[in-house]
Nanobody
Framework: QVQLVESGGGLVQAGGSLRLSCAAS????????MGWYRQAPGKQRELVAA???????NYAESVKGRFTISRDTAKNTVFLQMNSLKPEDTAVYYC?????????????WGQGTQVTVSS
């Protein structure tokens, strides 16, 4: 019903930047909050940043001041600008969207995109 397609991951040196994008498509009435999570090897998936439909944002403490989440509501797309990247930011990054489908809201996930930061 809802497909999330991510792009923008890759390999970057410490201190560099990457921009992730995620576009939602399919059959839904509305996309509510959108966000980015990440999962490093051997660790649990964690919230990186989230943004509501009203553009209220929330960030993990570890990325505050370095990452910026934004969205294009009309295009059902969310972005994550990642600056001053550190090796500890290395992980698979997953896009998340809460979508209203008919009368039910639920979360959907992208397939993940690898971000690798070399020291």
């Amino acid at each position: 019903q809802v497909q999330l397609v991510e792009s923008g991951g890759g390999l970057v040196q410490a201190g560099g930047s990457l921009r992730l994008s995620c576009a939602a498509s399919g059959s839904f009435f509305r996309i509510n909050a959108m966000g980015w999570y990440r999962q490093a090897p051997g660790k649990q998936r964690e919230l990186v940043a989230a943004i509501t439909r009203g553009d209220n944002t929330n960030y993990a403490e570890s990325v505050k001041g370095r990452f910026t989440i934004s969205r294009d509501t009309a295009k059902n797309t969310v972005f994550l600008q990642m600056n001053s990247l550190k090796p500890e930011d290395t992980a698979v990054y997953y896009c998340n969207a809460n979508a209203l489908v008919i009368v039910t809201s639920r979360d959907y996930w992208g397939q993940g995109t690898q971000v690798t930061v070399s020291s």
